[in-house]
């Protein structure tokens, strides 16, 4: 035998560390900066899936539209960034957490609604929060898949794998929500007969309560930058609209109307939008001081909380009279706005963003 | 306990059914009236009926199942590591998943952004849940492929390769044709990218070969986390064939729409066989050690999972809608299979461009020899000389066989559509599109980028077809560069900065691996930029050589 030849009969084995030879110890993705001094799993899923010519993309991208856009394009936001793949999804999710917190999220509720109705408790609910329930959660369900389907369309045009990511959970996590809402109610409604399925959509449609709200989130749809909607989703729309109903109205007085379930129901989405919150509030503060941009992007950023703030203003304002609808009141809608608006200002600030003169109670 | 009591007779109450859940979801949506929903990429296509959803999907039924399915997968994984799986498995395998795993999580997470699309266009909100769905499913492909890549990198003899991942995917030759395979999920006319090519075409035809035959072929090499990921994948891919053909049934009611359905299935056809019979059909019949008679091979594979299952029983239904279905591109995609040896040629040129990519590729030997005659009758005498040159031409300091002189291949032309090589001689075409010269692999490829992929189609205006672009051709980027100067610039150096990351062998030993001094001096030329430099009679003389093909030098001794 060969001295070469020796040591192909001693690596029999194919497991690490059967031999050593040149990279055999290389046993680290070692094509990107890790944000802290050791990748975490997260940015060994995420990072660089979604090439870029500007990194390893040596042919470009290969198919364009046809008025020559490329496959992923710079110019879908108005926002200018000196290095999109700086952001790293706070709350670094990949599939398996994702899964993992959906899944509990739905035994939560599972677990919650059936206990809840094998012990009656539709028949302590006040009759007037039923109707609130029936005519406004019924509505405001709406309002979430708004919101998850403007995060769903958004998620295509983001330029890093780990923006459009943390864009796609969102959508995952609000269209969950919106259907969590639904199937409750549908739920209640096998114990309660004449709770009406159809009239939450009508009041969303019709109610005048309710209009500003859905002209605030139709406008989220219609947006055509993909930042413009998430911004407006977490920064503006959530903590003034949403949370203002949930956290603001549902989850304070339920309680006072017997109503132990719902609010664990509407707990799940507040949970969502924290991490949701806190992905785009990492994305904004670091466009907001991006080294290059950050002063054009924070004159972007104003302008967008200014307009979306001016609607969901009106929308939060609108909503005033749901307040009064439970015979029971144990909450403020003037407390609970301003803690809506006092909420989204620290939100601004923690972007970077000046006090806008929408978010003026 | 009673007789026949069980837990769930004595808890359960009465509940909605799947049914009514899903048309009070589907109620969730409305038609704005403030503010028209921002519109996505544009589509030549009218979409106007609602697709249903047969499958009633509910999302308060996906997530536990699917973190059910995660919890088997990375249960698994730890069983294969307490079993020692590296111990035996295959290196000629677990090489060839450095190049499958660089490409595959680009296309998923491709597809999870087509869901941007399709959810926008399809009107009706019925099937939004099946696209909801399918885009976080998607977004689990693609990372749970990447936990596999690092999970080998980490556990296996040689990890380099598996290091460098994603950025060999943007640079290598051979990843090239994966990238056309995502883009076109996802740029260009939304229906043709996201519902013809991706939905009808690639996750219902083409998975069957990626992600059913290919964990057959792992298993059999002792890799049992191959199988397990990609059948669970797999396993989503269902609901995926069911969303494209609902969406389908609703764009063929339309007559209007079945031009451009005819022109989108033989497009997405063809470029889907060339591109995954390319890379699929050869790892799976030269990335394997196992030479058993009794299994299937490529070509009997693709004509179980795409003729007998895609072509007889998805596409000829199609027919009666009234679509003209091309019987003749399905036979002469299975002549290319069995009587042009499409796999085995493409398997030549990835091997021959060993020092340019980032996996190791071993020689066949007289055992793989014997499967293959057994299997493709006259396979030895057209490819058995150029392993048997390969082999000795892996040692270190040998010529390449690029630039060899005495084994006598002839490195093809890039067709310039499907972006895989040229390697059936005899079709190979070239064209001249806005006053350039293209070369391609066969006349669809050649139909593919003059005629579908155009601002008309058969008198009918298609603004929002999508165009050819970039830097297509790999071998223009690197044309007249020295080849260590190439393979250095790529990345595909190891640590030590000297050590090729590729070899054409699976010799874990220091002293028989090769070196940037091992390739010697060596240029790099473009056939394509070589060809547009001809005078029109040196051209056609060129072609008529080309196509005439190469004869391989009998080996020494055989």
Not at chain 2, 366 to 382: L, Q, V
Not at chain 2, 419 to 447: K, N
Not at chain 2, 480 to 494: I, Q, S, T
Request: net charge negative; proline share 4%; aromatic share 12%.
């Amino acid at each position: 035998m060969s001295e070469a030849q020796a040591p192909l009969e001693a690596a029999r084995s194919a497991a690490a560390g059967a031999a050593q030879f040149a990279g055999s110890d290389s046993r680290r993705y070692n094509y990107f900066e890790p944000k802290g001094r050791k990748a975490t799993h997260y940015e060994d899923m995420t990072v660089d899936v979604q090439p870029d010519p500007s990194r390893y993309l040596l042919q470009d991208w290969i198919i364009s539209f046809a008025d020559g856009t490329p496959t992923y394009s710079q110019t879908w936001t108005k926002a200018l960034s000196s290095d999109w793949h700086a952001f790293r999804a706070i709350d670094q999710e990949w599939e398996r957490t994702h899964y993992q917190r959906q899944s509990t999220i739905v035994g939560m509720i599972a677990g919650a609604v059936e206990n809840g109705r094998r012990a009656g408790v539709w028949k302590r609910f006040d009759q007037a929060w039923i109707k609130v329930l029936q005519n406004h959660l019924g509505a405001f369900k709406h309002a979430e898949f708004g919101l998850g389907t403007s995060t769903m369309h958004a998620q295509r045009y983001g330029y890093t794998q780990m923006i459009n990511s943390a864009i796609l959970t969102n959508s995952s996590y609000k269209l969950r929500f919106a259907q969590d809402l639904t199937l409750y109610l549908s739920e209640l409604a096998l114990d309660i007969p004449t709770l009406d399925l159809d009239a939450g959509k009508q009041h969303w449609l019709e109610s005048p309560i309710w209009q500003p709200a859905r002209r605030a989130v139709e406008t989220i749809g219609g947006a055509t930058d993909f930042l413009e909607q998430y911004f407006a989703v977490n920064a503006v729309f959530e903590p003034l609209v949403a949370e203002l109903f949930r956290s603001g109205f549902v989850m304070q007085v339920a309680a006072a109307q017997n109503d132990f379930l719902t609010p664990t129901v509407v707990a799940a989405a507040e949970g969502d939008y924290q991490r949701n919150l806190a992905n785009a509030v990492e994305l904004f503060q670091l466009l907001a001081h991006d080294p290059q941009h950050g002063e054009h992007n924070q004159a972007l950023l104003g302008g967008w909380l200014e307009q979306h703030g001016a609607l969901a203003i009106a929308a939060a304002k609108s909503l005033q009279p749901i307040w009064s609808l439970p015979h029971v009141k144990t909450a403020q809608f003037n407390d609970a706005l301003d803690n809506a608006i006092e909420r989204t200002r620290t939100i601004a600030s923690q972007i970077g963003l000046a006090a806008s003169a929408s978010l003026a109670a | 306990m009673s007789d026949g009591l069980t837990l769930n007779k004595i808890t359960s109450q009465k509940g909605i059914s799947v049914a009514e859940a899903a048309r009070r979801i589907a109620d969730l949506g409305w038609t704005p009236s403030y503010v028209q929903e921002a519109m996505t990429f544009p589509t030549d296509y009218k979409l106007s009926k609602s697709p249903r959803d047969p499958m009633k999907q509910v999302l308060r039924s996906y997530f536990p199942m699917q973190e059910e399915k995660d919890n088997r997968v990375y249960g698994a994984l730890d069983a294969a590591l307490r079993g020692d799986m590296f111990r035996n498995v295959e290196p000629r395998w677990i090489e060839w998943m450095k190049l499958f795993l660089a490409i595959i999580p680009f296309p998923e997470i491709s597809a999870a952004r087509s869901m941007s699309m399709l959810g926008r266009l399809a009107p009706g909100e019925e099937l939004r849940t099946g696209f909801t769905m399918q885009m976080v499913d998607e977004f689990r492909h693609s990372t749970i492929q990447m936990n596999l890549k690092k999970w080998y990198m980490e556990n296996y003899i040689d990890p380099s390769g598996f290091d460098i991942t994603e950025a060999a995917f943007g640079r290598c030759y051979a990843t090239t044709i994966g990238r056309q395979f995502a883009e076109g999920f996802l740029t260009g006319d939304a229906v043709t990218a996201a519902n013809v090519y991706l939905q009808v075409v690639a996750e219902t035809a083409f998975t069957n070969t990626l992600f059913v035959a290919m964990p057959s072929e792992a298993a059999r090499n002792g890799d049992y986390a191959l199988p397990t990921v990609f059948l669970s994948v797999q396993s989503d891919e269902s609901r995926h064939i069911g969303n494209g053909h609902s969406l389908l049934m609703s764009v063929i009611n339309d007559p209007d729409n079945h031009l451009l359905l005819e022109r989108d299935l033989r497009y997405a056809f063809w470029q889907n066989h060339a591109i995954v019979d390319a890379a699929i059909g050869t790892i799976i019949e030269y990335g394997t050690a196992n030479r058993d008679k009794h299994k299937e091979s490529y070509a009997e594979l693709w004509h179980r999972w795409i003729y007998e299952d895609y072509y007889r029983t998805y596409m000829l239904p199609l027919e009666k809608y009234g679509i003209k279905i091309h019987h003749d591109d399905i036979a002469a995609a299975w002549d290319r299979m069995v009587k042009k040896n499409y796999v085995h040629k493409i398997a030549q040129f990835f091997a021959v461009g060993w020092p340019v990519n980032f996996w190791r590729i071993e020689a066949q030997t007289d055992k793989d020899f014997e499967w293959f005659e057994h299997k493709y009758p006259g396979w030895y005498a057209e490819f058995g000389d150029f392993w048997r040159w390969y082999g000795k031409k892996s040692e270190p300091g040998e010529t390449n066989m690029l630039f060899d002189q005495d084994n006598g291949y002839v490195y093809p032309h890039r067709c310039w559509s499907c972006l895989c090589p040229c390697v059936i001689r005899e079709d190979f075409c070239c064209d001249e599109v806005d006053g350039e010269i293209y070369t391609y692999c066969s006349e669809l490829c050649r139909w593919t980028h003059k005629v579908a992929f155009a601002s008309e189609y058969e008198g009918r205006p298609t603004p929002a077809m999508g165009r050819f672009s970039g830097r297509r051709n790999w071998e223009e980027v690197y044309h007249n560069w020295d080849l260590a100067e190439a393979v250095k610039d790529l990345g595909f150096v190891r640590s030590d900065g000297r050590t090729l990351m590729p070899q054409p062998h699976l010799r874990f030993d220091d002293r028989r691996m090769w070196t940037l001094d091992h390739l010697g001096k060596h240029t790099i030329q473009s056939p394509m930029v070589l060809l547009r430099e001809m005078s029109p009679a040196d051209r056609e003389k060129h072609i008529a050589d080309y196509r005439a093909g190469f004869k391989i030098q009998p080996f020494p001794g055989h």
